[in-house]
Each structure stands twice: as C-alpha cells, then as structure tokens.
C-alpha cells in the first residue's frame, strides 16, 4: 500500500509540473540574414551592431508578450494613429490569454514571431510568406515604393490572396482584422528600423577610442550622458522617418478614374460570356486593343507573361527580399555554396518568381476590374513588374484583355465548370482612393 501511494505521488508531483510548467517566453529573433549580408558586403564584423541594436528594438518597441510603440511617437495624435495600442495588446502576446494572441493563433505559423516570413511552415509554402521587415508590401492601393493603407492590410487579412497559402479566416471579426493589421504594422515599423540600425551599425569602427578614451557606439545606454542623447536622437530620428513613410501613404493612392467608354465587366465570369457570344461588341474590340497594348514594347507586358500571357517570358529574376541578401552583396542566387552563411542564419533557399499565367484566372492582389488596374498603374512592390507608363484608357484595355484569357476549370465534384476567381475581393481601398482625391480636391 505504501509502495502504491509512493507511486501515486510521484505521478501526481509529475503531472502537477507537467500542468504548471510554464510556457517558454517568446522572443524577437535578431535579423541574422541581414546582418551576416552586410558583414560578407563589406568585411566588417556586424555582432556588436546587432547586440546594441537589440538594446533600442527592446526599448521603443518591446517583446512579443509585451510589445509597445515608442512613447515619443504616441504623443503625437498624428503617429499614434498609426497602431492602436489596445489592437497591439490583442493582436499580442499568446492564444491562451484571454483576449489576446491573434497573431500567434493566425499568423505566426508562417509569418513567423518577428514577422521574417519564416515561421514553422514557411519553407513548404509558395510563394514565400511576406517577411514585413522590409517595409515592402505587394499588394496595395498606393504607388510603388509606398507603404500601404491600413485598408490594404486589412483587405489582404479579411480576403486572403487567391493562389497563395494566405486564406480566408472566417471567424475572424472585424476588430480582429483591425487588431491584426496594426500588429503588421508594428511589426513593420519595428523590423525595418532594426535593418536601419544595423546598416548606420556597418559603418562604425568600434575599437576606435576619442580622445578621452570612449569608444564608438550605436546604441549603447552605457555610454556617457552627451554621447549617449546623441544616438537616442539619431535612433528617434530613424523611427519618425519610418512612421512619417506610413503617414504619407494616404497621400500616395493611385487614382482609378472612370473607363468612361470602355466596357469593364464587374466579373471575370461576364467577359468570358460577352467574349464568346457571335458577332462585333465594344468589349471584344476593347479585349483586341488590350492584346495589341499587351504585345507592344510600350506596356512590356508580354516581356515576363509572355505574348499569349502564358507566364513563360522571362522566368529567371528573384523578388527583391530574395536580391536583398544575394544579388544585393555580390551573391547568384543560383550559387548554393555562397549562400550557405545566410541560409545557415535562416535565408530561406532562393525561388525564382513566376509571372502570372493569365489562363488560370488566379490575381493574388484581387480579381475585380480595380484591382486589376492597380497592380498595372502603381506595379507591384517587391517584384520585378514595374508601375506601367500608360494612359489610363489603356490600362482598361489590357484589364479587359488579361481577364478574357482566364480559362474556366471543371469543378472535379460535379464535372462542371468551375466558377472564375469566385471570391471577388474588392479593390484594395479603391473607395479610399476616390475619397482621398475627393478629399484633395476639395482642398
């Protein structure tokens, strides 16, 4: 009996610790990739860098469990409407709190903690998931080189991108969305004022000593008190920057006027039919303009999707988070071996992007007519498809063009064919874009 008891307790005090043991604290993983990239650059040793960074990341913006914008910032109404700081703590921290760990729940698997685009499945996902650190966002109603709206965000959130692992998150409501969205744009801000620091970081000799015998550093709160207000201001001076870039995003939107007289379906559904009925029409003599703007050396369309928009034209360029840590410091991409310290250092192995096969009816940035002339008129960030330098009737043209050469499947249910890009999301914050001209020209 006493011998059955001794047992008993054991395997109670093994499961009382078992229950009890706390989960282990999440932490922001340095930017390795970047850091190794610009030491293999320039021959400089970048750890001291990357350390004394971490020291501001932690400062200005805290940890996952507890992340923070930096209060200078939110003293501001202007900045503080950037990230909601109640959305921070929801988005935050871990699913098993109550209110709070939507990121971790929906997004982390693939995007990862620190928002690299390096979570636990990225590896057996095409494309890529986002890394956000950059600042670069494919998909958006802004001009290329611009961030995005809020609304682009939350529209990529709510509607996912077709063609990609980024689904549709039904019980998502529209406060977790707009949680969700600020905490990309935390981690937005946070990881490109992290790659900053570590590029001003390159360039500092940290041995060398002043007259009165202080070393250089970047930030370091040890440093004495003048030196030290002086890289406060300096990294202060890098966060506005990055936050005066999401501010002026609203002033960036492409506008999509009016196709006047130029049938633009709402469906990719209605341009197949009206295509294929007998006989002349305004969008069949539209879709043939588009062909021709298509071919030309004016809109250079067919140069990476081919003539026929088959996506077999130039398939051998890299998006630029790929070009950022090869091509960028002297690296082919083709070249394994070169690669090895980065990808040692969490450099997912290099993928080529390919142009979109028009026949598939598959717009990972939203199939509507909108959406369609958004990514033509501002291109798409990131990738080699530059903003077109086109009068707007003729982007409508190749919007109708593009769209006709979608090829319907048969559903393998039913034998029938299946619906054209069935989820039509909407333009991203194309009403925005009319009511921020509306909004410019009333001033």
């Not at 610790?17 to 604290?25: E, H, L, R, S, T």
């Not at 685009?117 to 956000?132: C, F, K, N, S, W």
């Not at 009206?274 to 588009?290: H, M, N, R």
């Amino acid at each position: 009996m006493k011998k059955f008891v001794g047992i008993c307790s054991i395997a109670l005090c093994i499961a009382s610790y078992a229950g009890c043991k706390k989960p282990a604290v999440l932490e922001f993983e340095p930017n390795m990739v970047y850091a190794k990239a610009l030491e293999i650059d320039s021959g400089y040793p970048m750890q001291q860098a990357l350390d004394e960074t971490q020291i501001a990341l932690t400062k200005y913006f805290g940890t996952p469990d507890e992340p923070k914008m930096p209060e200078f910032l939110m003293e501001d109404d202007d900045y503080a409407s950037l990230v909601s700081l109640e959305d921070l703590a929801k988005a935050a921290g871990s699913p098993t709190q109550v209110g709070r760990g939507l990121y971790q729940q929906h997004c982390a698997t693939c995007h990862g903690v620190v928002g690299n685009g390096r979570g636990e499945t990225a590896a057996l996902i095409t494309p890529y998931p986002r890394d956000y650190r950059m600042g670069k966002f494919k998909f958006k109603s802004t001009r290329r080189g611009a961030k995005p709206l809020r609304s682009d965000l939350e529209d990529s959130i709510k509607y996912g991108i077709a063609g990609t692992s980024m689904k549709v998150i039904p019980e998502l409501t529209e406060d977790d969305i707009s949680a969700l969205a600020s905490y990309v744009i935390y981690l937005s801000m946070r990881g490109e004022f992290e790659r900053m620091m570590l590029y001003e970081g390159n360039d500092i000799d940290f041995e060398e000593a002043d007259d009165d015998g202080n070393t250089e550093h970047l930030y370091d709160p040890s440093s004495p008190a003048e030196k030290f207000a002086e890289q406060e201001e300096f990294a202060q001076d890098l966060i506005t920057d990055i936050a005066d870039s999401w501010l002026e995003a609203e002033d960036l939107v492409v506008d999509i006027p009016e196709p006047d007289d130029i049938p633009v379906p709402e469906t990719v559904a209605e341009v197949l039919a009206t295509a294929q009925e007998p006989g002349d029409s305004p969008l069949k003599e539209s879709i043939a303009k588009g062909k021709e703007l298509f071919a030309s050396e004016l809109s250079a369309c067919a140069k990476c999707h081919g003539k026929e928009g088959y996506g077999d034209g130039v398939t051998q360029d890299y998006d630029d988070w790929t070009k950022d840590w090869t091509v960028g410091i002297g690296i082919d991409p083709n070249d394994y071996d070169a690669q090895v310290p980065l990808i040692a250092r969490g450099a997912l192995p290099p993928r080529k992007i390919i142009p979109r096969d028009f026949r598939e009816g598959l717009y990972r940035g939203g199939s509507s007519p909108e959406a369609l002339y958004l990514r033509i008129a501002a291109g798409i960030d990131g990738t080699p498809m530059p903003a077109a330098a086109l009068q707007p009737e003729q982007i409508w043209h190749i919007v109708n063009y593009i769209r006709s050469l979608a090829v319907p499947q048969e559903d393998p249910e039913t034998g029938a064919e299946a619906d054209i890009a069935p989820t039509e999301q909407p333009a991203q914050a194309a009403a925005a874009s009319l009511k921020a001209q509306d909004s410019r020209d009333a001033t």
